[in-house]
């Protein structure tokens, strides 16, 4: 069940992104971040993207990780060095997606 989710969910990001292509005329693509890791993903958009000859480039997998265990880890040592949000601190925060940084 769980690599039919996966090859689903594969399918429909490739099919997206080569639909958009076309329609914005784009004829590369770059696949990076945590979710370029997986194979799967990586296989699919490499050959659609050949079979529609537009280029696709993606870093190699060593590159491919995941930025939540550095985030947690730099939030671990900011906690213990006494900078950042307390354990009393609310839990009601709000994300700010357009925050810069130092903000």
Wanted: with cysteine.
């Amino acid at each position: 069940m769980c690599a039919s989710f996966e090859n689903t969910v594969c399918e429909e990001l490739v099919s997206n992104t080569i639909r958009a292509m076309k329609d914005k005329n784009v004829d590369k693509v770059v696949l990076a971040g945590g979710v370029s890791a997986n194979r799967v993903l990586r296989n699919m958009l490499k050959k659609e993207a050949n079979k529609n000859g537009f280029k696709s480039y993606m870093p190699e997998l060593k590159y491919c990780t995941d930025n939540a265990a550095m985030i947690g880890s730099a939030a671990y040592y900011n906690f213990i060095n006494g900078k950042g949000y307390k354990i009393q601190d609310k839990l009601d925060l709000n994300a700010k997606a357009n925050l810069k940084i130092g903000e």
